[in-house]
C-alpha cells in the first residue's frame, strides 16, 4: 500500500510544483506558503491526502476522465460540497487566476496527473477492499 501512498502524494507534489513554479511571479503572494503546507501535508500524514483529495476525484471520475482541465475546473458539484462553499470559491478563483498562465502542455500535464491521482486511488480502494476480504 506505501507505494500506492507514494504514488499519489508524489503526482501531487509534481502538480504543485508545476503550478508553483508558474505562479511564482504572479500576484498570488500565498504561493510559496500554500505549497509548503501541502508539502507538509503530504511528508507528515500522507494518508490524508488520499483520503481527503481521493473520494472527490471519484466522485467526479467521468469529468476527470472524459473532460479537459478547463471543464473539470468549472464543474462544482461534490468539490463544492465537500470544501464548503467559502474554501471552494476561494480555491477557484486562485485557480483560475493560475489557469490563465499555464501554457497547452502544462493544462495537458495536469489534466494528466489528475487522472494518475484517479487511478491510483481506486488501486488504493481495491487494496482496502481485498484486505477487508483477507485476500491480503
Known sequence: MNAIVDEFNNTIKRLVMLIYDIGKNSELSDITTNRNRIFSVLNYTPLTAMETVGPCLFDNKDIIYHEDLYTILQTKSKFREDMGSENYD???????TIYALLSDNDKHDIEDGLRTMLDTYIQYLIYIKKKSLGEL
Open 90 to 96: 476561494t480555491l477557484v478563483q486562485y485557480i483560475n
